[in-house]
């Protein structure tokens, strides 16, 4: 366990109060980090703080300052800020319960870690999370953390919980801008026949291990040959071979088909029925 919380005080429900530690539950993956250099001498380029008409600065004579009117602003001290009275800095109260799925997903921001702070608060820490469980519903609160507050779910995830930083209402955008132009019209039946058995086919558990960041490994490459190039151009154009998408329908039949063959499964769709023939009438001798 890391030795430092990200966040420590009480998780109250009613007259419960729960002393428990929070963790970040995720870390910063493998990038390529690229620094501004000045090409004439190699060397990087440095970002100093300045002020018009005065220059460089140091650090110690920089203030916070709130703009509250056109070049009027406001300075306050770091303690003073550390100082404003939230109770959601040392507590989450737990207002309401709600279905997980009644929380849209773009909701979501970022996972922590929750346990208990000690022993004396285990009890208690595990009759709320098997409550969550059993009720199968998810704890809404606010929490203050690093200069701002947040909504946050609190959920059971294995022998912990969960606790997930939200959005406010007017942190997503609505939908309907972007969405309204999509005709909401009914797909042919045998294009949503050849789909849904694309999908089956390639549907499976999810297993995180089996991705990774193919961008950061070709930029390293990219790098490798560079280097070795010695510093000449190595853009090269690669015909990826992915074909001009079609608007029509057979293009689109032809394209799931061929998906299917790839992906190992079977392309037959069933056939549109065929039209009974009408029955003929007998002949005049017949009839005869």
């Not at 620094?35 to 440095?46: A, M, R, S």
């Not at 959601?88 to 279905?99: A, G, I, R």
């Not at 992906?263 to 039209?275: E, I, Q, V």
Request: glycine residues 6%.
């Amino acid at each position: 366990m890391p030795a430092r919380a990200y966040w420590q005080g009480q998780i109250r429900l009613a007259l419960v109060s729960i002393p428990v530690e929070i963790y970040s539950a995720t870390k910063s993956g493998a990038t390529v980090a690229f620094k501004q250099i000045h090409e004439p001498t190699g060397k990087p380029i440095h970002y100093e703080k300045v002020v018009t008409g005065v220059g460089p600065v140091d650090t110690d004579e920089i203030m916070k300052g709130y703009e509250v009117s056109k070049g009027e602003f406001v300075l306050l001290e770091q303690d003073e800020i550390d100082a404003v009275k939230l109770e959601s800095k040392k507590t989450l109260e737990l207002t309401q319960f709600v279905d997980a799925s009644e929380i849209p997903v773009l909701y979501y921001e970022k996972p922590y870690f929750v346990v208990p702070a000690d022993d004396l608060a285990e009890e208690a820490f595990i009759v709320l999370r098997e409550a969550l469980r059993r009720t199968k519903k998810v704890g809404l609160g606010q929490l203050a953390m690093r200069g701002r507050e947040y909504v946050v779910s609190l959920k059971p995830c294995g022998r912990g919980m969960v606790l997930e930083t939200l959005r406010y209402a007017d942190e997503v955008n609505k939908a309907q801008g972007y969405f309204r132009e999509i005709p909401d019209a009914k797909p042919d039946a045998e294009l949503l026949d050849l789909a849904e058995a694309l999908i089956d086919k390639k549907t499976a558990a999810f297993d995180p291990q089996e991705f990774h960041d193919r961008y950061v490994d070709a930029l390293k490459d990219l790098v490798e040959r560079k280097r070795k190039a010695k510093g000449r151009k190595v853009i090269e154009d690669k015909d990826d071979g992915t074909a001009k998408s079609g608007s029509n329908v057979v293009d689109l039949m032809a394209a799931l088909k061929k998906s299917m063959e790839k992906s190992g499964g079977a392309a037959t769709t069933a056939a549109p029925a065929k039209k009974k023939a009408a029955p003929r009438k007998a002949s005049a001798k017949k009839r005869a």
